[in-house]
């Protein structure tokens, strides 16, 4: 477990990210323009989701498969309502901001999923091309459950869009189209189709994602340091929950036969919290709700713990408890 750890740590997108915040804490004035990070944005989702499409176009679906989605969906569902108990109880929060950032704790983040999944390639623990469909399917019942939470679905209190609004805000997110998008040319294209493409998905994907998350460590530490809305128990939440959250979808993952790959990026998809669609969603549903806690807490503090530490130590779990074996396509 430890080697596993360190094999992270070391590799070069963790690094970049590294010398992302290391930068920002330092005040450096190292910026990404907003145009080139938008657009490594739409090539890292453009890539990860036609690569899992043309896994799956390979795999087929199976029994497998079903089991991962409905335990992505089941999880997304529940997650929130563990960590709506401990907003409220431990975290001092009241009962709308804690419905907030209960669902960024049971959505996903994208870029934490591109990571780990780059990381467990590296580590010969390529997750099965289906992930990139249960992670797009994590996304809307987290939001649904945090409504929930917050007021009940429906309620338009305080000038609050409906509940139909919010899920076409959702459904209609530029990730959640292209990674589906993505997802469906690449298992329509196929192995055959995708050989014409593959050294523009492939060839610059490694250096993309190093560039892309250097400027990630930028933001996340910026936004720390200019946060005030903070407590060390919210503090202490956003380390604890993607704790227990990977823990949980990893054994999961093992306890339906997911190989160590797909169990690890189970796990990792649980612990993730959502800093993109979420938080558009939360601006339309709950406008009262504070994002300086959501947003700081997401993507400045659980977003570099999974990173950094988190999908490392998800990764050893994964291999311990299935036995290193069967390792996805």
Not at 86 to 100: E, H, M, P, Y
Not at 101 to 111: K, P, R
Not at 159 to 182: D, R, Y
Not at 250 to 260: P, Q, R, S, Y
Request: charged share 10%; aromatic share 8%.
């Amino acid at each position: 477990m430890f080697d596993t750890a360190i094999q992270t740590f070391t590799s070069p997108v963790v690094l970049f990210f590294v010398l992302g915040l290391l930068a920002a804490f330092a005040r450096s004035d190292l910026a990404i323009p907003e145009a080139i990070a938008k657009a490594m944005s739409l090539y890292l989702m453009a890539a990860i989701g036609i690569k899992g499409g043309v896994a799956m176009s390979k795999s087929g679906i199976d029994g497998t498969v079903l089991s991962a989605l409905g335990t992505g969906i089941a999880a997304g569902f529940l997650l929130p309502f563990f960590a709506y108990a401990v907003l409220k109880s431990f975290g001092k929060l009241d009962r709308i901001n804690s419905g907030a950032v209960a669902a960024h704790y049971g959505s996903i983040s994208v870029v934490t999923f591109v990571t780990a999944v780059e990381i467990l390639t590296s580590q010969s623990r390529e997750p099965g091309g289906y992930m990139v469909a249960v992670m797009a399917a994590m996304e809307a019942p987290a939001i649904l459950s945090g409504l929930l939470l917050a007021r009940g679905l429906g309620s338009k209190e305080d000038g609050a869009q409906s509940t139909g609004e919010m899920l076409h805000e959702v459904f209609t997110n530029s990730s959640i189209v292209l990674l589906l998008g993505a997802f469906a040319i690449g298992m329509l294209a196929g192995e055959r189709g995708f050989a014409e493409v593959t050294p523009f998905f492939e060839a610059g994907f490694k250096g993309v994602l190093c560039i892309f998350l250097l400027d990630m460590g930028l933001i996340a530490a910026r936004r720390m340091m200019d946060s005030r809305a903070i407590t060390w128990r919210l503090t202490a939440i956003a380390i604890f929950l993607p704790i227990v959250n990977g823990v949980v979808g990893t054994g999961l993952g093992a306890a339906i036969g997911l190989d160590a790959g797909s169990a690890a990026a189970l796990g990792v998809l649980c612990a993730s919290a959502s800093y993109i669609a979420v938080p558009a969603a939360m601006r339309l549903a709950l406008p009262e709700a504070d994002p300086g806690i959501y947003l700081t807490m997401s993507l400045s503090i659980t977003f570099p713990f999974n990173v950094l530490v988190n999908i490392g130590l998800i990764s050893a779990f994964a291999v311990y408890l299935t036995g290193g074996a069967g390792v996805g396509p």
